[in-house]
């Protein structure tokens, strides 16, 4: 999907286009809410990561007792 893309001659946006968007978003939402979204999408990939690096932890087998953790 992404050779679609440069295929049909669109590419990654420039500064120009960032700050259209930018300037978009911004008139949108407004100046005061801007620092709260931010926020709760850092507090959202942080989860994210968070329950990312836990799904693969669970995927590794544990490892294998000792023959003392059986006598205990």
Not at 20 to 35: D, E, H, Q, T
Not at 48 to 72: I, V
């Amino acid at each position: 999907m992404i050779l679609d893309c440069f295929i049909l001659g669109f590419g990654a946006p420039g500064p120009l286009e960032l700050a259209i968007i930018a300037g978009i978003i911004l008139l949108l939402f407004g100046g005061s809410k801007l620092p709260s979204l931010m926020r709760n999408l850092g507090r959202s990939t942080n989860e994210f990561k968070r329950g990312m690096s836990e799904s693969f932890d669970e995927d590794e087998p544990a490892p294998p007792k000792s023959s003392d953790d059986e006598k205990n």
